[in-house]
Each structure stands twice: as C-alpha cells, then as structure tokens.
C-alpha cells in the first residue's frame, strides 16, 4: 500500500521557521521525484519545490526561493521542506507528492499557518 504521511506543520509567527517531513512507502521510494505542493483557501495547489530522484536537481517556486530548501533521505525514506523566513502568504495546506512513471501519490496534507 503506497503512502505519504506528512508531519511538522503547525503555527508560526512572521519570520519563523518550520520543518515539514514526509515518509514514504509501498514504491520505490529512491526512484521517484519528490515535490512539495501547497493550497491556500481559494486557490489553486500549486508547485512549492520539486527533488529528483537523484537529489541533483531541484526547481523552486519563485515565492520561495532563497527561504525553502528541499531534501531527501533515501535510505530514510523521507523528504523535508525548511522554511524560513516564513510570512502570512506562506499558509497553506503543505501536500508531499511522489512521482514515478506514470504514477503520482499524494499525501493528506498538514497545515502550516503562518500569525501572529
């Protein structure tokens, strides 16, 4: 059974930071690309910061770059987003997303709100 399980979200004030983490498993975990994605209420998800499957190239989304950074512990089987420098148009439900071939898994979302 194929799973993305997402933790760390939570509240933050402006200018915090945050460490989002997803564990995989159920697919071949060190062959796929790994993105994050995120969906403020009232838009449309869109791409926060995407890994390849060898950690050699990543895209970031021109709102973050410079303040998140995307990883991967293959061996761990997990993929984290720092974030920092956080502001209130970073709140959003934060996805972890797998891809491989054809096949794209999504986790169930944690929250990251960003107040003070």
């Known amino acids: 059974q194929v799973q993305l399980v997402e933790s760390g979200g939570g509240l933050v004030q402006p200018g915090g930071s945050l460490r989002l983490s997803c564990a995989g498993s159920?697919?071949?975990?060190?062959?796929?690309?790994l993105s994050w994605y995120r969906q403020a209420p009232g838009k449309e998800r869109e791409l926060v910061a995407r890994?390849?499957?060898?950690?050699?190239?990543?895209n970031y989304a021109d709102s973050v770059k410079g303040r998140f950074t995307i990883s991967r512990d293959n061996a761990k089987k997990l993929v984290h987003l720092q974030m920092s420098s956080l502001n209130p148009e970073d709140t959003a439900v934060y996805y972890c997303?797998?891809?491989?071939?054809?096949?794209?898994?999504w986790g169930q979302g944690t929250q990251v709100t960003v107040s003070s």
């Open positions: 997303n797998a891809e491989l071939n054809r096949y794209s898994y």
């Open positions: 159920g697919f071949s975990f060190s062959l796929s690309a």
């Open positions: 890994l390849s499957p060898t950690g050699g190239r990543t």
